[in-house]
């Protein structure tokens, strides 16, 4: 997004000279988006970026996924996969479970207390919900603190490390691409500001204030990145510590936006899930559905209809309020809710009428569409409930 923002030292022209107190030369780098056609920052290291001491193998963990054959609904009970004190040796970068996958974005869910390594996703940007807890995210660009609500977007090859705070555990909902993800481009304007009818602008997007400088020598980074069969790691050892940056400036950075400074569009009668779209990637995009008034024509039905996305899978997370449409249905805080394309969906028995007359919803989920059909990781099969299909029949298969 074409939001310029300067942070430390940097020299008044670009590519020119930046000299240390001692005389010396600050080492400038271009982080830049398709082929460097498009965003991009400038970073003036204190050391060289490109050294590297070593790279050995990372062994990633499982990301094998399995077809949604038969053709199915399906309901994740994500809380069931970090059980006791466990995650107070889990971190959001290692820890993480894979939920759901294509070829376009993989969805995975950690639950942690300790620090995570230095990490980089060298394959696409990630946008990281936090559905509870707090700390802060260091970065090459500085530290950008985040809470319960947040979404964290992390460019692609951001050096990062996740530090959560406080004696709750950090849950987080990690949404990686193969792309980019940005505002929905209907919001942003041919030079990429955010346009009044956006339900959000800059001033709710929080980026580093201040360089943060790292010390150390031989510092490990865990990378991700792709092989000739698909994801693969690398562990690369820096002489140097890689948080080196003295100062930066322009539109390609991480930042933090709260779902609560989202805000809703409604209207007389039900609106289509377009309206509640936050951000996008390649093939996929993310909505919020956040508290706010419903629909107000006098003949209203405020949940909603059914329907048949015949292009995407709808991934629903369930991560605060009540979702009035899924009542019934064993749906609670950290449930996901799959509906594949191919497949009529909506509200369970009896919502349909109990919402008439209901003028505000109090609900919190992170919705993701995908344009192709999605796969179960590890974590998904592990969390599933076996009989949310059949909750709207009331029974079983052949009952």
Known sequence: ??????????????????????????????????????????????????????????????????????????????????????????????????????????????????????YRNGIGDECVYVESGAGVVETVFGALPFQQGDYVILPRATTHRWVPQGEEPVRAYCIEANSHITPPRRYLSKFGQLLEHSPYCERDLRGPAEPLLGAGSDVEVLVKHRGSRGIVGTRFVYP??????????GCLYPYAFNVADFEPITGRVHQPPPVHQVFEGQNFVICNFVPRKVDYHPLSIPVPYYHSNVDSDEVMFYCGGDYEARKGSGIGQGSISLHPGGHSHGPQPGAYERSIGVEFFDELAVMVDTFRPLELGEGGRAAEDPGYAWTWAGRGPRG
């Open 1 to 118: 997004m074409a939001y310029y923002r300067q942070v430390g030292d940097v020299p008044p022209k670009r590519h020119t000279q930046h000299r240390r107190p001692d005389g010396g030369l600050y080492y400038e780098e271009l982080m830049g988006e398709e082929g460097f056609s498009s965003d991009s920052s400038l970073l003036y290291h204190r050391n060289l970026p490109s050294a590297l001491v070593d790279s050995t193998v990372w062994e990633l963990p499982d990301l094998e996924t399995e077809p949604n054959h038969p053709l199915r609904p399906r309901h994740l009970k994500l809380h069931e996969l970090f059980g006791g004190q466990e995650w107070q040796q889990h971190d959001v970068v290692t820890g993480r479970r894979l939920v759901l996958g294509n070829a376009d974005v993989r969805i995975s869910y950690a639950v942690a207390g300790a620090v995570s390594p230095l």
């Open 240 to 249: 140097e510590h890689p948080f080196d940056v003295v100062g930066w400036d």
